[in-house]
């Protein structure tokens, strides 16, 4: 039996002894049967349990009837007590089971859940920052929380619909054996009537895809619009990105009603069509009596079975509606899990010298080992993308594609829809494999990083840049994730970054808690948390993309002077224009167009190069205002 919580090993990463299989992703109903077939075992026995506890309501009826006709009509008190007996020992069995089914379901539910929660996570991490080139972070997080919970439903309706058929079907035999007639039209309501709302889940499930897709984009822009709000601020963008939220918004809120109403149609269908069958089986149980074909007990145990047989339709309407729902959530999560990473380990992989020189071919850029070298550019979005290839990461150059865009289409409209979003997706995934597996261009100690392993590059080469992001938890998580600092380093850490404002600020200190994103700092201290869990990984090479952008000029001059300090001897970049950290710096090199035009030591290229000295200047006439 799957235990709890869920052991999940999928989508190997290198880390794992014991790698589990990856889902089957070749259609939605087999990722359905491979997630359900992960607990079998747990959803047997929830199934087991189910059963023993609808006992009473399954054999009640036959009791209370036979206790009736022996015991009542018969008069017989012997009869009476003994059939009185027998239901109150099922009934015991069954609110025993009820309780152990109820325990069995929820464990099973959280199984599926979280272990789909599980898989999201690791296929994040297997895909690093590959992913977001390719789904947008809104859809990834809505197949983590709302599609994980789709399948945690359907593994608890699966469990009961097993439990109340196996009812059913006891029913349906007792019933024969009364009645041919009686029984057959209990034995063929459930199917009949279910296959009479089927056609009302069609639009149903048109609805929920268009539902879950406009909630998918509401997540995206609230993510965005939370991630840039202080810059909303500085630019007075609220009001128009607020009023696009809204409208976002509303647009859910119509699909979710659209949704809600064909839900609520379904269900009352299933209550009508069951009130129908449960009407049609007095009139002829009351028949039959009248022409001495049934008993009087016999005719309350129909009419007992009647009302009993209203909760499995219920219940196989319910099924019916959960899976539409799971199918859906399905096609999302095969989306995201299809997903690989374009990098391969070469065959025979080169070994990486931390201490040795880092090329750039594409800017002509030259990293020599043990100093402190800083790129300047008036664009910083090309020293950006050179701090990416040195690091070995793909371009930010692509639009994400929407896991499953459901925009009201159907038919031929609709499939050709997710003809084009799958040819896009495929057409980036073949982009980042071209990418990944010819030569980078960028050389540690002569070896291009593509001939080493990406494990090792990341070992050898870290880049923090300003998309490096703070995780919910303490600030010791946030600082030393792998937990492998003592309390000096991380405290030493805390210092070079400047970052002990935060640690004062937290009641807790260390074991004090960051919201996510670290939304509870200012973006000063934010920035700094980063820095200082980028220096405590004491990488070789270590890539400093504006470190210090959102701090006060005196914090600047402080955290310049600590990193210098701390990381001599080792290879250091820093993109930035600010003079703070020019001035400590061993080597400066000028970016324009993507190119190194000018090399040389601050002092000597402010007074010998005019385009280094219009690219610093400008920065210190930014900063006049401020001082």
């Known amino acids: 039996m799957q235990d709890y919580p869920p052991r999940i090993a999928t989508f190997y990463t290198g880390t794992d002894a014991a790698p589990t299989p990856d889902p089957d992703t070749r259609s939605p109903l087999a990722f359905l049967r491979w ?12 199934s087991l349990g189910y059963a023993l506890w609808f006992l009473p309501m399954t054999l009640g009826p036959w009791i209370f009837g036979r206790a009736v006709d022996q015991g009542i009509v018969g008069g017989s008190e012997a009869a009476l007590v ?66 994980s919970d789709e399948f945690g439903a359907l593994s608890e309706i699966l469990a009961r619909a097993l439990g109340q058929l196996a009812s059913y079907l006891t029913v349906a035999f007792i019933v024969l054996t009364m009645s041919w007639q009686l029984g057959l039209l209990t034995l063929v309501a459930a199917p009949v009537l279910v296959g009479a709302a089927l056609p009302l889940l069609r639009p149903l499930h048109r609805r929920q895809q268009l539902e879950r897709s406009r909630t998918s984009d509401l997540t995206s822009m609230a993510t965005d619009i939370v991630a840039g709000l202080r810059i909303l601020r500085g630019i007075g963008g609220e009001q128009t990105f607020g009023t696009n939220y809204a409208r976002q918004s509303q647009s859910a809120r119509e699909a979710g009603v659209a949704a809600g109403i064909w839900q609520a149609v379904v269900e009352a269908v299933g209550v009508l069509l069951s009130g129908i069958f449960l009407v049609a089986l007095v009139w002829l149980g009351t028949r039959q009596v009248q022409d001495g074909l049934l008993t009087v007990g016999q005719l309350i145990t129909f009419l007992g079975y009647g009302l009993f047989m209203v909760g499995p339709i219920r219940t196989f309407f319910e ?29 025979a992989p080169v070994s990486l010298d931390g201490s040795a020189s880092l090329h750039d071919a594409a800017s002509g850029l030259t990293v020599e080992p043990g100093i402190l070298t800083v790129v300047v ?67 540690l100690g002569g070896v291009d990083l593509s001939h080493a ?36 380093q991380a405290d030493e850490a805390l210092r070079i970054a400047s970052a002990e404002d935060v640690y004062d600020a ?28 980028a220096v405590a990984a004491d990488a070789p090479v ?27 001897g080792r290879t250091t ?29 601050h002092a000597d290229l402010l007074a010998d190069d005019e385009a280094y000295r219009r690219v610093v200047t400008r920065e210190l006439d930014e900063e006049e205002p401020v001082r």
């Open 35 to 46: 997630i359900l077939g992960q607990q079998k075992g747990l959803i047997a026995l929830s």
């Open 506 to 533: 937290l009641p807790e200190g260390w074991q004090g808690q960051l919201d996510e994103r670290g939304r509870g700092l200012s973006g000063g201290q934010r920035q700094r948390v980063v820095l200082a869990r």
């Open 573 to 601: 970049v820093v993109t930035t224009v600010s003079p703070l950290w020019l001035h400590h710096a061993d080597r400066v090199a000028l970016l324009h167009d993507g190119t190194v035009i000018a090399e040389g030591s």
């Open 453 to 488: 392993r990406l494990d090792d590059v990341r070992r050898q080469v870290l880049v923090s840049d300003t998309s490096s992001q703070l995780f919910a938890g303490t600030l010791q998580d946030a600082v030393d994730p792998h937990a492998r600092l003592t309390r000096e």
């Open 377 to 443: 550019s008036a664009v910083p979005e090309q020293s950006a993308a050179l701090a990416d290839r040195l690091g070995r990461y793909l371009p930010a150059d692509t639009e994400p594609v929407p896991l499953v865009e459901e925009d009201g289409t159907k038919g031929r409209a609709a499939r050709r829809s997710r003809a084009q979003r799958a040819e896009e997706r495929a057409r980036i995934a073949a982009l980042d494999e071209e990418r990944a597996r010819r030569e980078w261009g960028v050389t």
């Open 319 to 347: 099924f019916a509606q959960k899976g539409i729902r799971s199918l859906v959530s399905a096609r999302r999560a095969i989306a995201l899990f299809e997903e690989q990473p374009p990098w391969r380990d070469p065959a």
């Open 82 to 147: 003994g059939w009185a007996a027998l239901l109150l020992l099922v009934v015991v069995i069954g609110g025993v089971f009820g309780v152990v089914s109820h325990t069995l379901v929820v464990r099973s539910w959280l199984v599926a859940l979280y272990g789909a929660l599980e898989m999201v996570t690791r296929k994040v991490a297997q895909m690093g920052h590959v992913l977001p080139r390719r789904s947008p972070t809104g859809e990834v997080l809505s197949v983590a929380s709302s599609d």
């Open 542 to 568: 270590l890539v400093l993309v504006e470190p210090t952008s959102a701090v006060d000029a005196h914090t600047e001059a402080r955290i310049a002077a600590r990193v210098v300090e701390a990381r001599r």
